[in-house]
């Protein structure tokens, strides 16, 4: 099993819609979590992070995380076509201070 | 204006070659970081740095140098060890205390 597990997609939703992107986790990724969305060639950036279960929201997006089931999810409200891009997952290498990060789910949204 | 900077934006090695990438940032971080992300692949980690002077290897070190003796700057060698060097390479910084990492524009890295 991976350390940080993403379907690589592509996942295509209307705009307007709900787009739901999930990540599973092994033992060795410790309970920081992290969303990044990465345009074609361009670096990835930083949208969301959640530490403790639950739901987190901010603006049209919202974080949830479930550790019993290691996993770790990302819902997009209110889709845009400016959305269309890689989203990675990372989390927290336990004992150290690197991050895991899985590859990444392409999100198509279209108009 | 505060952030990581990388150059070139673009670069191109010879067969033979080392070449050197840049990355300095101003946000006051401790830890530094090297990733290299192959096209349609995930971001691995070529090395990384908690503190001035001390580095430690990634999954994907070999081929690669590092030196850390300031704490702003963390430049990357690609030494002509490494047999397939193509690749967009992204520096990162992070904050220990809240663990979020930032990454700079990256440097398209290619063979001649």
């Known amino acids: 099993q991976k350390e940080v597990e993403q379907n690589s997609g592509p996942l295509s939703v209307p705009e307007g819609a709900i787009a739901s992107l999930n990540c599973t986790y092994s033992?060795?990724?410790?309970?920081?979590f992290f969303w990044y969305r990465q345009y074609s060639g361009k670096s990835p950036e930083l949208i969301m992070s959640?530490?403790?279960?639950g739901d987190k929201e901010d603006g049209r997006f919202t974080a949830q995380l479930n550790k019993a089931s290691q996993y770790v999810s990302l819902l997009i409200r209110d889709s845009q076509p400016s959305d269309s891009a890689t989203y990675l997952c990372?989390?927290?290498?336990?004992?150290?201070?690197?991050?895991?990060f899985g590859t990444g789910t392409r999100l198509k949204v279209l108009a | 204006d505060g952030g990581i900077t990388q150059s070139p934006k673009y670069l191109f090695r010879k067969e033979g070659q080392n070449v050197t990438l840049s990355c300095e940032q101003n946000?006051?971080?401790?830890?530094m970081y090297w990733y290299r992300q192959d096209p349609g692949q995930g971001l691995r980690l070529i090395y990384y740095?908690?503190?001035?002077?001390?580095?430690q290897k990634g999954d994907i070190a070999e081929g690669y140098s590092v030196s850390r003796e300031k704490k702003e700057s963390f430049p990357l060698t690609v030494t002509s060890a490494q047999k397939n060097p193509t690749a967009f390479y992204l520096c990162?910084?992070?904050?220990?205390?809240?663990?979020?990492?930032?990454f700079g524009s990256g440097t398209q890295l290619s063979v001649l």
């Open positions: 990372a989390g927290g290498d336990s004992g150290t201070y690197k991050y895991i």
């Open positions: 946000l006051n971080h401790d830890a």
């Open positions: 740095s908690q503190i001035v002077n001390d580095f």
């Open positions: 033992d060795r990724v410790s309970q920081s």
């Open positions: 990162a910084s992070g904050d220990l205390q809240n663990e979020k990492l930032f």
């Open positions: 959640i530490y403790s279960n």
